[in-house]
């Protein structure tokens, strides 16, 4: 209660010239996210700095024995408060808060706790939450600006999705990239102009986005099909992971990662269950029935549209993704990643992609549950699956972690 008591409201009158801050979790998703603020007249500065200089200011306000990805996000934000890029009387910082029982409720006690510690407690920390945990007067999460903020998540799965799969093949290099960035900017623009969010549009572009990633000239060889699960920060994070997907392209792999939109159906879901178990408001429930209705309609279009191309491989829907964890574990364990970590895995694997890298953060307790601690039960249905959990903390080095991953890779081409 202390902290809300004495924390720095983010009001409407710094809406006009503040800088607001946010770590970076995933490239691309973020910067369309980012984009979306921008053209709602936030001003934005989406971080990308990375190297050992983030962990070192990380562990200096965060204990050690928190989980990795608050370390890594806060030690990003202080590091940039540092920097003397910014006036640090006209900026403010901005978490995700969850309200589930997952300690990413709490960043944002540790982000304000480590200002304090340097005597910036004058900075506003802006919660971005659906839970009504705390608002901000110059901070509102609106109707429109949810629409386009799903609407971006899902171009966002989508251009990954489109650049793993055609990276590794294409003849000339940087093609896929290169198409990434044309579509940030492009729907960048159509963002500003009210216009690429309604389910017509998105269901349009997402036509047109595959269909360009087709037309990359590309050499179909044998590559090997590593897919990627985890804690969400460490699972997306290049920070986190210390580059991972990068690391196994240059090793000759093909990169399939689930999207954040699966994600968020599961965090939607398993609010209408908790009503469903132990009751709620008509009010919450006709909201989130509402929210995930809205969500699944973004995840079929996208599907179809990877569909219409033979070449790619379609993500499975999430109720398909619900009925094989249904197989090995209970619904009911849901912190964090919960069961849908579990599903990944095995998703990845009826898709053909039966070598997967389980990503590990320090101090996370439930991935290592439903992830590591799931793995002989998933091999167990899944025979043919060859799973190598990689973990990730300050003291962890990238050499032992791309050791581990080879020989993984080394029973995969065996």
């Not at 178990?277 to 699944?296: D, E, N, R, V």
């Not at 998703?347 to 890298?357: A, R, T, W």
Request: hydrophobic share 40%; net charge neutral; proline share 4%.
């Amino acid at each position: 209660m202390a902290d809300n008591a004495s924390r720095v409201e983010f009001t409407r009158e710094m809406k006009k010239d503040y800088t607001i801050i946010t770590p970076n979790m995933a490239p691309i998703h973020f910067e369309l996210i980012k984009d979306v603020l921008v053209s709602f007249g936030y001003k934005i500065d989406l971080l990308t700095t990375t190297g050992r200089e983030i962990v070192d200011e990380g562990l200096k306000y965060v204990h050690n024995d928190t989980c990795y990805p608050a370390l890594l996000s806060i030690g990003q934000m202080m590091h940039a408060l540092h920097s003397g890029k910014y006036d640090l009387h006209k900026v403010a910082l901005v978490m995700t808060q969850t309200g589930g029982g997952c300690r990413a409720s709490n960043y944002i006690h540790l982000l304000r706790k480590a200002l304090k510690k340097d005597g910036l407690d004058y900075i506003p920390v802006i919660s971005l939450n659906l839970s009504g945990l705390e608002s901000n007067s110059g901070f509102k999460i609106t109707l429109p600006l949810l629409r386009r903020a799903i609407a971006a998540l899902t171009y966002g799965d989508l251009l990954m999705l489109l650049k793993n799969q055609t990276k590794p093949y294409e003849l000339t290099f940087g093609e896929s990239d290169r198409l990434v960035s044309e579509w940030t900017k492009k729907l960048t623009k159509l963002f500003e102009e009210n216009r690429a969010f309604t389910q017509r549009e998105v269901r349009a572009y997402f036509d047109e986005i595959t269909e360009s990633f087709a037309r990359i000239p590309v050499e179909r060889r044998p590559k090997t099909k590593v897919g990627i699960v985890g804690e969400i920060y460490v699972k997306y994070s290049a920070l986190a992971n210390n580059g991972l997907e990068d690391f196994l392209f240059h090793e000759g792999c093909e990169v399939m990662v689930p999207g954040i939109v699966g994600f968020m159906i599961f965090k939607v879901d398993n609010r209408l269950e908790d009503i469903e178990l132990y009751g709620g408001s008509s009010a919450k429930k006709q909201l989130c029935t509402m929210l995930k209705w809205y969500f699944t309609k973004f995840e079929r279009d996208l599907i179809e549209s990877v569909k219409k191309f033979p070449q790619f491989t379609a993500p499975a829907p999430y109720s398909h993704l619900k009925e094989l964890a249904g197989q090995v574990i209970g619904y009911g364990c849901k912190m964090g990643e919960g069961w849908l970590l579990t599903a990944e895995m095995m998703e990845l694997i009826e898709s053909g992609y039966e070598n997967v890298v389980c990503t590990q953060p320090f101090g996370c307790l439930p991935n290592h549950i439903v992830g590591k601690g799931m793995i002989r039960k998933v091999k167990k249905v899944c025979p043919q699956a060859n799973i190598v959990p990689i973990d990730y903390d300050p003291s962890a080095t990238a050499v032992n972690q791309e050791n581990r991953i080879k020989l993984m890779l080394a029973v995969a081409n065996t």
